[in-house]
């Protein structure tokens, strides 16, 4: 039966994973972004509401990321109906916490959540990353976290490129969000455009030392490939601030590793127990505060469930 309303959940999701750039992440238990959608007649699509953004994310449904995969999605459909949309931000923005993947997942769950005979989950990617790629281009390891859930190697944008890994037992993260904002497009417009032959050699050994270690659910081995990075966070560490510092105070508190989440600012250090992720998180903060930055911190898990439709009414 078609619904009137429909509303759903898109986790945060941590891109990269270290040397991973473009390729691998994971979605994130907790925090995440809410979409409501509504049928209307006038095939219009209207973002009514924005919440959490502080006033900055653009009404144009051409502009914001909700209503261009809401649009994806109804044009996949070649449906002639419009949706009012309403968002929630719980994720800051340019944050480095899937923020905007998480946006479009949500809407095109909560869209998908109207429709009388819903698409698989897998159906959903595609329209899910036309709203992603308005903001950062089209790469799908923020997007396939955050609809999937659980760690994903996204090695391309199609559903057949995207691969499901297992999730090691012990692995937990702290992670340290200071509040600067640091735009996708600017994270991006730093890295080199080629490596030499040699660097490449070794970011291609880590990677696949990362795959190897995830799916052994060695956290140990998982933490020291993700950290391997010499091409990525090099060229993005002075965007982060205090790095280098986060890293010494979670590595005392007995962090593995520590990696850039996505393009950053958030910190995301590799932990094996709940306890230690606490801990490491709690410390990271400190630095922050000695500096007068403020920040959030959370320690937290992976989440296998991906995205969720929260409600429908009829
Ligand atoms: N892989 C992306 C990046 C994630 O690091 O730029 C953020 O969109």
């Known amino acids: 039966m078609l619904k009137t309303r429909a509303e759903a959940f898109a986790p945060a999701s941590i891109a990269n994973l270290g040397v991973g750039f473009d390729i691998l992440g994971l979605a994130l238990d907790g925090a995440g972004d809410v979409v409501e959608a509504e049928w209307r007649d006038d095939g219009q699509i209207v973002i009514a509401e924005i919440r959490g953004d502080e006033g900055k994310l653009s009404h144009d449904p051409q502009k914001n ?51 009388e005979k819903p698409l698989a989950r897998e159906d959903l990617l595609a329209a899910a990353l036309e709203g992603e790629a308005a903001v950062s281009g089209y790469h799908a390891d923020n997007v396939a976290p955050s609809l999937f859930g659980g ?33 996708t497009a600017q994270a991006r417009a730093v890295l080199p455009s080629t490596v030499p032959l040699r660097q490449l050699v ?67 250090a590799v932990c094996q127990r709940w306890d230690i992720a606490e801990s490491v998180a709690l410390a990271m903060r400190r630095v922050y505060d000695r500096h007068g930055l403020a920040c959030q911190m959370r320690h937290t898990t992976v989440s296998a469930q991906g995205a969720q439709l929260l409600t429908t009414h009829l």
Request: glycine share 10%.
């Open 65 to 115: 990321i909700v209503g261009i995969a809401a649009q994806a999605l109804l044009g996949q459909l070649h449906s002639k109906r419009g949706v009012t949309l309403r968002l929630k931000k719980g994720l800051p923005l340019s944050s480095g916490l899937g923020g905007s993947a998480a946006s479009a997942v949500a809407a095109v769950m909560a869209v998908n959540g109207l429709l």
């Open 151 to 183: 760690i994903i190697l996204a090695n391309g944008i199609t559903i057949d490129r995207i691969h499901r890994l297992p999730v090691p037992s012990d692995l937990h993260l702290a992670l340290v969000t200071p509040n600067v904002e640091v735009p």
């Open 202 to 268: 070794r970011q291609t050994g880590a990677v696949a030392d990362l795959v190897d270690a995830i799916h052994c659910g060695d956290v140990v081995r998982m933490a020291r490939a993700m950290e391997a990075d010499e091409v990525i966070e090099p060229a993005r560490a002075h965007l982060m601030p205090y790095i280098d510092e986060v890293r010494h105070e979670a590595k005392l508190n007995g962090a593995l590793a520590l990696v850039i989440g996505g393009a950053g600012p958030t910190l995301c």
